[in-house]
């Protein structure tokens, strides 16, 4: 399990400016839809994208506290 302040902290870690909304699909606090809005997806497939994300979570995802996770990314107008 992971709280929601725990997730974004990991985003962030990589993602400094991204906005993240996270929702807990579930009520496990494992099963997550996430939002993520980073100017780091300019130029970048939606697969690069989703890439840089799964890439924050990667540790939590392979220890267990992460199940599942519905990914929508952003990249924010200028």
């Keep these: 399990m992971i709280d929601d302040a725990s997730l974004t902290a990991l985003i962030r870690r990589d993602?400094?400016?991204a906005?993240?909304?996270v929702v807990d699909r579930t009520g496990t606090m494992d099963h997550f839809n996430v939002t993520v809005s980073s100017c780091a997806f300019a130029g970048k497939t939606l697969i690069e994208q989703h890439q840089l994300v799964y890439?924050?979570?990667r540790?939590?995802?392979k220890d267990g506290r992460i199940h599942a996770v519905e990914l929508k990314t952003i990249v924010p107008e200028n």
């Design 15 to 17: 993602l400094p400016d």
């Design 59 to 61: 540790a939590a995802l």
């Design 19 to 21: 906005q993240v909304a």
């Design 55 to 57: 890439g924050a979570l």
